[in-house]
């Protein structure tokens, strides 16, 4: 992410730089059409898909179960569409965090041209880790899903989910969509696109998976794990670059983020190796949405293994060149401080004449013994 510089000269109409400094203000208009559709009877229908979930399922209440209906909701093609409006959504809320958060501190600290675009991506990732977070833990405790790890496998398949559920990984979707655009808005250097789209890519992945193959429950519990060890990397390396003495919220994302490694692997082996493999129902069946099969449980269980050893990985190399620079740093100082000791040395050592270069002593030097004996 590089420093978007603003310029008093208006570029050409449809240029690059045109488009970079008001893709907000294009993106906002395309969004206010989809909302202008839903004012008129003729694009109504067409418009509703954009705008709200689709595939209501209603069940009517029962004496047993509650009194009131239920609204449920299942996953289909329209979802492309509810997805492609919530991510630009996504554009215009990043564009707004940029201009009127994160560029008022970047001007105000002066960050180099490095702190500036790790500045940014940490604040704007903060921010959504947040959102999800609260959001993701919300949905939990409202479904009982904490008090109860066996909902995380039981009734499977989870076909049918709450509005919060699906709108939740409705915006997950969104949002990690809009960052492909994001790369083009944001400038982003060729020696970084390559590691963005895989840390994009793998998000995707697993969010649609878990979405795809009706593994809400797990994959919402998995989510907000993860996205609470990343908020609090996030968050520190945003203390960090205002006070780079501060080092303690570090220290705490590397125990908690192995930790959260290891939960996240106790949970999917549960899972998959306990709860689905013992689930009477192990056929392939599309119309009713069950994937519970050994292909596929082995499959997403592999898949979350190695991602999992993939961060531990990039974890390792992280706090390995931490190490490295600390280290450097240490003998540096070090180094300094004794050129520093050494120059004082010598220059005492020069003003008091040792090894017989100068003293203070006049009548022993040898001029003054020339001087003497003429």
């Known amino acids: 992410m590089a420093i ?22 294009i993106v906002s208009c395309m969004a206010m059409i989809f909302l202008l559709g839903l004012m008129f009877e003729i694009t109504a229908k067409a418009a509703v898909i954009f705008v709200t979930l689709q595939y209501n399922v209603t069940i009517p209440a029962t004496e047993e179960q509650s009194a009131e209906t239920i609204s449920l909701y299942h996953y289909g093609i329209k979802d ?72 995380l496998w039981r009734d499977y398949p989870h076909t049918l989910i709450p509005f919060q559920m699906k709108f939740f990984y409705i915006l997950q ?19 970084d696109i390559f590691r ?34 990343e ?26 983020f192995v930790l959260g490694r290891l939960l996240t692997l106790i949970l999917s082996v549960l899972t998959f190796g306990f709860g689905l493999a013992r689930a009477e129902d ?3 069946n599309f119309s009713t949405g069950n994937f519970n099969i050994l292909a596929v449980r082995i499959s997403v269980l592999a898949s979350i293994c190695m991602t999992q050893a993939f961060m531990m990985w990039k974890f390792i190399n992280f706090q390995l060149r931490r190490w490295r620079e ?3 740093s240490q003998t540096q100082s070090v180094k300094k401080k004794f050129v520093t000791a050494k120059g004082k040395t010598s220059r005492k050592e020069r003003e008091n004449g040792i090894n017989g270069t100068v003293t203070s002593n006049g009548a022993d030097s040898p001029r003054s013994r020339k001087d003497k004996s003429s």
């Open 282 to 284: 192990q056929q392939l």
């Open 196 to 229: 963005q789209i895989v840390y994009i890519g793998l998000y995707l992945f697993h969010i649609a998976g878990a979405y795809l193959l009706n593994l809400t429950h797990l994959g919402l519990v998995l989510l907000v794990l993860h996205y609470f060890v």
């Open 326 to 328: 600390h280290s450097s």
């Open 80 to 151: 492309l569409a509810t997805i492609f409006f919530y991510m630009l959504v996504a554009i215009i809320i990043h564009a707004i965090i940029q201009e009127y958060v994160l560029d008022k501190i970047n001007r105000k600290m002066h960050f180099s041209k490095t702190k500036h675009s790790k500045f940014n991506e940490s604040g704007q990732l903060s921010a959504f880790y947040l959102f999800s977070c609260v959001w993701g833990t919300s949905i939990l405790v409202s479904e009982n899903y904490i008090s109860d790890p066996t909902s």
């Open 173 to 191: 979707l969104a949002y990690w969509f809009h960052a492909f655009p994001e790369l083009y808005f944001q400038k982003t250097k060729k020696e």
């Open 231 to 256: 908020f609090l990397f996030h968050i520190s390396r945003l203390f960090y670059f205002s006070d780079e003495r501060y080092q303690k919220g570090f220290s705490l994302w590397a125990v908690l």
């Open 4 to 25: 978007r510089k603003k310029s008093n000269k208006n570029p050409p109409v449809l240029s690059h730089e045109f488009i970079v400094q008001n893709h907000a203000d």
